[in-house]
């Protein structure tokens, strides 16, 4: 039997071969998988810079915001930054290349402190936006909305108090009801620094009218009369302190029959040779001494005597106030008669210009009368006066005075002119000497 030829051996296939075409498989698997993450990253990068864009061109809005209603802008409050750390500067924004990677994490919102440079503005008021807008300042203005108070009421101060206690009321403080008194109270105040200086509680009768054009207030220290306050009526009057010697001789010339106030409204206080005077809208009150007995110099009789030189001129000091006589009237002066005739009325004096007045000088036979006698009192229109033993005569500004040296002295009482009783020089008030022990 024939043999049958052999089959031909295929050789198996090696192990090199076998690894060969695992790694070829492998490969495009891994050039697959590259691919498919490569089309992933782009998509994603492609988001975040949209995403980026938007952000920079449109503001966010709160997720708690409804559409179409306005934004309350949403802050925090900083504090302090940290001295030891200091701030960076944030570098500005970059448009970034498509083939830059983004960063794909930000840093977690925190409520610590930040950098100054870096610190979100202080808080609004929540009624009011910022002002400055998104792209304004970073310090927003904040509006504080002040209230007014209801004024506080002032009740009595201390010292109205303590005068109220006395019966009495404050300086400047008017009679209820006056209303000329109440416009004045601020004037009568102010002259309160014209008053003698004291410790003790200074208090007053209310602010009043006094004659047609005066307003008055009478003061008292410790309880006791220190003068008067005297102004106008009017706001351009100023208010004078007056002493009780000053307001007397003021109130000498003041009619019984009118409240006409002849001797005018104060005006100020002027010194001419040594003498004191209180000038009036109508002239003024000449007071020999300071503590003596003052006359009025009026109207026209004023404007002849400072013509003349006032009381260093020739005609000296006013003796007296000016008294009718069938003539007409008349004052005395220390050298002389300033005579007015013709008038029958005070009024109708007060009328009468310079011109009207006559100067008559002592005569001859007038210098030979004998000065006022030693140990008398001297009498010169309602005006007393003390001589004493040495011939200086002393005024008498009681009645207690008077009777003193008329009865318990034994002077003896002679009525004469006011020039006479000038030649007697004018002293100290009178005193009431002590009486001897029985």
């Not at 200086?197 to 047609?212: H, I, Q, S, W």
């Not at 009118?258 to 409204?265: P, S």
């Not at 007060?350 to 002592?362: D, H, K, L, T």
């Given at each position: 039997m024939p043999l049958n030829p052999p089959e031909p051996v295929v050789p198996a296939p090696s192990t090199v071969a076998r690894a060969v075409v695992v790694g070829i498989a492998v490969v495009a698997l891994l050039f697959a998988i590259a691919m498919v993450a490569r089309s992933g990253n782009s998509k994603a990068r492609n988001r975040v810079e949209t995403a980026a864009g938007d952000d920079q061109a449109t503001p966010k809005q709160p997720p708690n915001q409804r559409p179409g209603r306005p934004t309350v802008p949403q802050v925090t409050v900083p504090t302090e930054p940290t001295p030891s750390a200091p701030a960076k500067p944030t570098p500005p924004p970059t448009n970034r290349s498509p083939n830059t990677n983004p960063p794909l994490a930000t840093a977690p919102i925190s409520n610590t402190a930040r950098p100054a440079d870096a610190a979100a503005p202080s808080r609004p008021t929540a009624a009011t936006p910022d002002p400055a807008g998104p792209s304004g300042s970073t310090e927003p203005t904040v509006f504080i909305e002040l209230t007014e108070e209801p004024p506080i009421p002032i009740g009595p101060t201390d010292e109205q108090k303590r005068c109220a206690n006395l019966g009495l009321?404050?300086?400047?403080?008017?009679?209820?009801?006056?209303?000329?008194?109440?416009?004045?109270?601020?004037?009568?105040?102010?002259?309160?620094?014209?008053?003698?200086?004291?410790?003790?509680?200074?208090?007053?009768?209310?602010?009043?009218?006094?004659?047609?054009d005066l307003l008055i207030q009478r003061v008292q220290v410790a309880g006791m009369p220190t003068g008067i306050l005297v102004g106008g009526t009017t706001a351009s009057h100023p208010v004078l302190w007056l002493s009780e010697v000053e307001w007397t001789s003021y109130k000498?010339?003041?009619?019984?029959?009118?409240?006409?106030?002849?001797?005018?409204?104060?005006?100020?206080?002027?010194?001419?040779?040594?003498?004191?005077?209180?000038r009036t809208s109508r002239g003024a009150v000449v007071m020999v001494r300071a503590d003596s007995w003052g006359h009025t110099v009026m109207s026209g009789a004023w404007d002849v005597w400072m013509a003349s030189g006032g009381p260093t001129g020739p005609m000296g000091l006013p003796e007296g106030i000016a008294i009718k006589?069938?003539?007409?009237?008349?004052?005395?002066?220390?050298?002389?008669?300033?005579?007015?005739?013709?008038?029958?009325?005070?009024?109708?004096?007060?009328?009468?210009?310079?011109?009207?007045?006559?100067?008559?000088?002592?005569?001859?036979?007038?210098?030979?009368?004998?000065?006022?006698?030693?140990?008398?009192?001297?009498?010169?229109?309602?005006?007393?006066?003390?001589?004493?033993?040495?011939?200086?005569?002393?005024?008498?500004?009681?009645?207690?005075?008077?009777?003193?040296?008329?009865?318990?002295?034994?002077?003896?009482?002679?009525?004469?002119r006011g020039w006479q009783a000038a030649r007697a020089p004018l002293g100290a008030v009178f005193t009431c000497p002590p009486k001897p022990p029985a």
């Open positions: 009321v404050a300086i400047g403080d008017p009679a209820p009801g006056d209303d000329a008194a109440e416009a004045a109270k601020a004037r009568f105040r102010s002259a309160m620094a014209q008053i003698p200086p004291t410790d003790e509680l200074v208090c007053g009768k209310p602010v009043a009218r006094y004659l047609d000498r010339m003041e009619p019984a029959e009118t409240t006409h106030n002849f001797t005018g409204v104060p005006v100020e206080r002027m010194t001419i040779g040594g003498h004191q005077m209180i006589d069938p003539e007409g009237a008349h004052q005395d002066f220390t050298n002389g008669v300033l005579k007015l005739p013709g008038v029958t009325s005070k009024l109708e004096a007060e009328a009468m210009p310079a011109s009207r007045y006559v100067w008559s000088p002592i005569t001859a036979e007038q210098l030979l009368t004998p000065p006022p006698a030693p140990h008398s009192i001297a009498d010169i229109d309602g005006v007393s006066y003390y001589v004493d033993r040495s011939g200086v005569r002393h005024w008498l500004d009681s009645t207690s005075a008077w009777s003193c040296a008329r009865y318990d002295l034994g002077a003896a009482h002679i009525v004469m």
